[in-house]
């Protein structure tokens, strides 16, 4: 029904390329997100989803149907934008109905499927009121609202969340995974916040520059980025990446120290290579080697420590309290067999 296919999609406008040829399968009721920094061209692909931007070349499908040339409103997709624009002068229910009204859709059935967006929405006490007196959060439920009366074969959403207080995000990221659980409507998703990518999708894509980088399952990413940027991309704090060289399985800091990394497979040559090391795969350990403390932040939970560690600054997440000082010593270890390996000339992942 809802399945998207984007085969070899470019954007042109003029002679600027921003579009370099993506492909993507998306799955009937699959929540895909695509992620990349600011003017990556997330926003351009999902424009030429919903049809408000021309397809420069490729072709993309939506329930098996080629919709190049189709229309918008011919494409049976709801799309959910940043700025949700709610008519100012009409009340929550009118702004739900409205789309419909204009689809000549008869008075009871509107009546129902705004009723029943109200209730997976939690708005049925608010249907009488207007913007104006709704807080963020409620208005963005209704431009949710807007777009599941229309019972669409695909939800397209750029950068819904953006406007709202860093709680309600929290609390509409839990709210749309919810709704996508029970609605089941294949949603394609636009952010440039790795967390909402990891915590909604069921899978990611990872867009840099106008060219996928990869696309995989949250964890999937995590654990076997496929290169540096995705490493450096997905994960808060972020992945520590140590630019040095291999010398038999031991890894040599920019500054000489040593730490042997175990097995490795038989391709890998001596020579240079960054090493990627995640912050919570760091450890306490008085046999381990002695970083410097430079900075602590405690967080209740946790304790975030920058250490100065081969000649290097590096994150690690702990979950002890830590007592000692900036300027003070402390061992600590990581586990090697969970550490990446990335090629020294074009950052991609070596497979241990
Ligand atoms: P994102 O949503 O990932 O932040 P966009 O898709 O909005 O990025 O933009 C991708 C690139 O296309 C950017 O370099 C942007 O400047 C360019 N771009 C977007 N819209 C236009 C336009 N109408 N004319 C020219 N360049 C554009
Ligand atoms: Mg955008």
Redesign the pocket.
Known sequence: MGAVTIRNVRKA?GA?E?LHGVSIDIEDGEFVILV?P???????LLRMIAGLEDITGGDIEIGGQLVNDLEPKDRDIAMVFQSYALYPHMTVEENMAFSLKLGRVPKDEIRRRVLNAAQILGLQDYLERYPRHLSGGQRQRVAMGRAIVRNPKVFLFDEPLSNLDAKLRVQMRSEIKLNHQRLKTTTIY?THDQIEAMTMANRIVVMHSGNIEQIGTPLELYDRPANLFVASFIGSPAMNIISGALDGTSFIFPDGKRVDLGALPSGVGNGPISLGVRPEHFSLDAQGVQAEVVLIEPTGSETQVTLRLGGKDIVGVFRERIEAQPGQSIGISFQRELAHLFAAEDGRRIER
């Open positions: 406008y600027v921003v990349g600011s003017g990556c061209g997330k926003s351009t636009v």
